[in-house]
């Protein structure tokens, strides 16, 4: 019987608010480098049927031109989207005792904070991404495109009614 080979997937994608002001420097040879924290949170019933709220603090790494592209972006409080990957590293501390860390390496963060144009209409930031020559800066992920005119019109005057 052959054997089953384990498929080499590595996906995170997750969204949240960074919990405190980012960290960016240089590595010794000039490579960029960003490292936050953000805050997600997931909403749940217990066993009582009562609402509880439960969150997860995970980190975030994102180096070269995805570091630079959130240098002056992200604060304190700012709502992300990352998509990347798990890594783990394992350094030793001051007091010389062994520690590790997993950790998502960003591969695109979009920025979910509201920006406003000169014109008053409503901008989300754009996806800025550390491989935009593969694949666009912004991917339109409405849904429009696949709805019928009618379809697209009952939505347009239900909306009017909610006015």
Known sequence: MAELKMPEINY????????????????????PVVNFTIASNRKFRDSSNLWQEDVCFVGVV??????????????KGTAVL????????????EDGATRSIVEIKARRIQFLNKKFKNSGEEE????????EEETPAYTDDSFDKFLSPEESN??????????
Do not use: M
């Not at 969204?15 to 490579?31: C, E, H, I, W, Y």
């Not at 990352?82 to 501390?93: H, Y």
């Not at 989300?124 to 491989?131: L, R, T």
């Open 12 to 31: 995170v994608i997750i969204a949240g608010n960074l919990v405190k002001d980012p960290v960016f420097r240089q590595t010794n040879s000039g490579t």
């Open 62 to 75: 994102a180096w070269n031109k995805l570091a630079e592209s959130c240098k002056d972006r992200v604060r």
């Open 82 to 93: 990352v998509d990347g990957e798990l890594q783990s590293r394992t350094w030793k501390g």
């Open 124 to 131: 989300v930031e754009e996806v800025i991404s550390d491989y």
């Open 154 to 163: 009952l939505i347009k005057n239900s909306n009017n009614f909610k006015q």
